[in-house]
T-cell receptor, first 117, second 110 residues
Framework: GAVVSQHPSWVICKSGTSVKIECRSLDFQATTMFWYRQFPKQSLMLMATSNEGSKATYEQGVEKDKFLINHASLTLSTLTVTSAHPEDSSFYIC?????????????FGEGSRLTVL | DAKTTQPPSMDCAEGRAANLPCNHSTISGNEYVYWYRQIHSQGPQYIIHGLKNNETNEMASLIITEDRKSSTLILPHATLRDTAVYYCIVTTGANSKLTFGKGITLSVRP
């Protein structure tokens, strides 16, 4: 199947700093990418949907100025957690699909674990 | 998208079939049933999906009842590596969003 890669796999940062997480589709062009967040022992929560070349659509309750999403190309989307605080510590997961895939068939990255001290 | 209900957990013996149930009694005619799984500390993995017919692939089989109000994911010969959280999701896919519930934790014992 198609491969989606995230980087970094894990990151530790100090409170108040910003962290960028990259999501790449390695062998296909992703027209749409999704960002999820998962807290310990909880399910995945969709944060935002991004389409290449356009602004991301954020889910209710997700601060767009805090979680900056850029989908500048068909193979790369980035999530920047600005002014991170300990409560932002979580497992961030991206997923991607092409226009040709079944609408609910997504390919997920390996996830990026963020720890804010 | 219709809501799904899954038991919180189940276990099975290695080598035996694992039958994971899912209720989706409010499913509408244009909604598909999708199954994903998430192994600990990894991203979810697509398993299978169906509309009304039973489906089979190299990973699993999906059995959907005739009234489409429930389905069962079957892992024919469970291995220890199948231990994971399995999510049953119902969606039209119209907006491409997948909403994950709590899923069912499958533990495969030696």
């Amino acid at each position: 199947g198609a491969v989606v890669s995230q980087h970094p796999s894990w990151v530790i940062c100090k409170s108040g700093t910003s962290v960028k997480i990259e999501c790449r589709s390695l062998d296909f062009q992703a027209t749409t990418m999704f960002w999820y967040r998962q807290f310990p022992k909880q399910s995945l929560m969709l944060m935002a949907t991004s389409n290449e070349g356009s602004k991301a659509t954020y889910e209710q309750g997700v601060e767009k100025d805090k979680f900056l999403i850029n989908h500048a190309s068909l193979t790369l989307s980035t999530l920047t957690v600005t002014s991170a605080h300990p409560e932002d510590s979580s497992f961030y997961i991206c997923s991607a699909r092409t226009a040709r895939q079944a609408v609910g068939e997504l390919f997920f990255g390996e996830g990026s674990r963020l720890t804010v001290l | 998208d219709a809501k799904t209900t899954q038991p919180p957990s189940m276990d099975c013996a290695e080598g035996r079939a694992a039958n994971l149930p899912c209720n989706h009694s409010t499913i509408s005619g244009n909604e598909y049933v999708y199954w994903y799984r998430q192994i600990h500390s990894q991203g979810p993995q697509y398993i299978i999906h169906g509309l009304k017919n039973n489906e089979t692939n190299e990973m699993a089989s999906l059995i959907i009842t005739e009234d489409r109000k429930s389905s069962t994911l079957i892992l024919p010969h469970a291995t220890l590596r199948d231990t994971a959280v399995y999510y049953c999701i119902v969606t039209t896919g119209a907006n491409s969003k997948l909403t994950f519930g709590k899923g069912i934790t499958l533990s495969v014992r030696p």
